[in-house]
């Protein structure tokens, strides 16, 4: 065995595991170069082990994939900060937030999504480790849900959540499509917010 192989295969000096330190090193290459050209190869060369190493950890490449994409999602959030709590500021001002973070995660995370599509196993299992709640639409779910608890709104405000969930990913997702127009900004949070608050009705 090589010495690179054995200091590889040893716990990493930031007391990570072995299966850790190569989930953290895909992620890295998920957040660098994105998921449509990663291979089981160049994860293993970045981790510094043997290509079948990798295999003594995850069921097979999906499984890898899909740990280091839930990594990557993880990480995004954790550096966009918290999301305001249900019954604190204002609504309107809570939601500009709310879209604020919805866009720069979706920004930061769906390039590596549209990366997949043509690896439906990896999208099934990614979506098995992403418990119920964990997701950034069931937090906004949650928080509007709480919001009319409070008597702060009324309404359908599922259907509020699946639009502004929908505002992000179509920000996004539309330029990553084939054949999909360029969008050359964001969409203008408080405009967005005041539209679901206000509605679009002549009253």
């Known amino acids: 065995m090589s010495p690179r192989k ?16 190569l989930i953290g090193t895909a992620a890295d290459l998920i957040s660098a170069q994105g998921t449509a050209e990663l291979t089981v190869r160049a994860i293993a060369r970045a981790a510094g082990v043997a290509d079948g190493v990798l295999y003594n950890h995850f ?3 999906e499984d890898l994939l899909a740990e280091a994409l839930a990594e990557h999602v993880r990480r995004v959030e954790a550096g966009l900060g918290e999301l305001p709590s249900p019954g604190s500021a204002t609504v309107e001002g809570n939601l500009r937030a709310q879209v604020t973070y919805g866009l720069a995660l979706h920004k930061a995370i769906l390039p590596a999504f549209a990366g997949l599509l043509a690896r439906p196993a990896v999208l099934a299992r990614f979506g098995e480790l992403a418990g119920n709640g964990e997701t950034w639409r069931d937090r906004l779910a949650g928080y509007l849900r709480a919001e009319k608890e409070l008597g702060r709104l009324d309404g359908d405000v599922g259907t509020a959540a699946a639009m502004l969930v929908g505002v992000c990913h179509e920000s996004v997702l539309t330029a990553l499509l084939p054949h ?3 969008v050359t900004a964001s969409p203008d949070a408080e405009a967005v917010v005041k539209t679901v ?5 002549v009253r």
């Open 59 to 61: 069921a097979d490449k």
């Open 6 to 21: 054995a200091a590889a295969l040893r716990d990493t000096e930031d007391g990570r595991s072995l299966r850790e330190h």
């Open 180 to 182: 999909g127009r360029e």
């Open 197 to 201: 608050l206000a509605g679009i009705a």
